[in-house]
Structures are given as structure tokens and as C-alpha cells.
């Protein structure tokens, strides 16, 4: 049973910095891409950022381009998602997500396997 854990989230002032972390449990981690998508109150579940097998493989959604970075250690099972100049638009549950590689995946429907998601709140 692959389990996908996030950790990490919290309260932030706006123009700061957050770390999540994913650590996965069960499965093959590296065979799977990794991404993370997140919910803002009273808003769909949108894509955020994907990493496939290398770094050859990478995605972002043009919201957070250049203010967020995607990486994994397939040695400890665990991707993060380095956050920074937030804003208040952040606000938001950020989920984990494991789907198949090895090219990054933009669309929910792509992955299988989700986390429960950990909560990001920016404040002005």
C-alpha cells in the first residue's frame, strides 16, 4: 500500500518562505513522478508543480514560476516544495501526489496515489 504523508505547512507573512515536504511509504519511489497541486478556499484543485525521474523533467504552473522549486531524494523517499516570496493567492491546501513516470504530469487524472494534504495560509 503506497501512503503519501505532506508536512511542513503553516502561517506565513506574505513575501516569506515555507518548506513542504512528501515522504512515501510503500511502493517503488523512484519509478514514480511526483507532484504538487493545492485547493484555495472556494476554488478547484489546480496544478502546482510536477519532477519526473530527472530534473529533465520538470513542470510548473505559471503562478508560481520562479518563486517555487520541486525536488526529490529517492534515497529518503521524499519530494519537497521549496516556497518562497509567497502571497496571500497561496493561500491554499497543498497536496502530494505519485502517478507514473517518467515525464512530469500536469493533470489530476494522471496520478494514482494522493496525500491528505497540509494547509498554507499567507497573510498580508
Known amino acids: ?3 503519501l504523508v505532506e508536512s511542513g ?3 506565513v507573512q506574505a513575501g516569506g518562505s515555507v518548506r513542504l ?3 512515501v511509504s510503500g511502493g ?6 511526483m507532484g504538487w497541486f493545492r485547493r484555495a478556499p472556494g476554488k478547484e484543485r ?6 519526473g525521474w530527472t530534473t529533465r523533467f520538470m ?3 505559471d503562478s508560481v514560476k520562479g518563486r517555487f522549486t520541486i525536488s526529490r531524494d529517492n534515497g ?3 519530494v519537497d516544495l521549496d516556497m518562497a516570496n509567497l502571497k496571500p493567492e497561496d493561500t491554499a491546501v497543498y497536496y502530494c501526489a505519485a502517478g507514473p513516470g517518467p ?3 500536469v493533470t489530476e487524472r494522471e496520478y494514482r496515489y494522493w496525500g491528505q494534504g497540509t494547509q498554507v495560509t499567507v497573510s498580508s
Open 21 to 23: 515536504s512528501c515522504t
Open 59 to 61: 513542470a510548473y504552473s
Open 103 to 105: 515525464a512530469a504530469r
Open 46 to 51: 489546480e496544478f502546482v508543480s510536477s519532477l
Open 9 to 11: 505547512g503553516g502561517l
Open 1 to 3: 500500500q503506497v501512503q
Open 76 to 78: 529518503k523517499k521524499t
Open 28 to 33: 517503488s519511489f523512484s519509478t514514480y513522478t
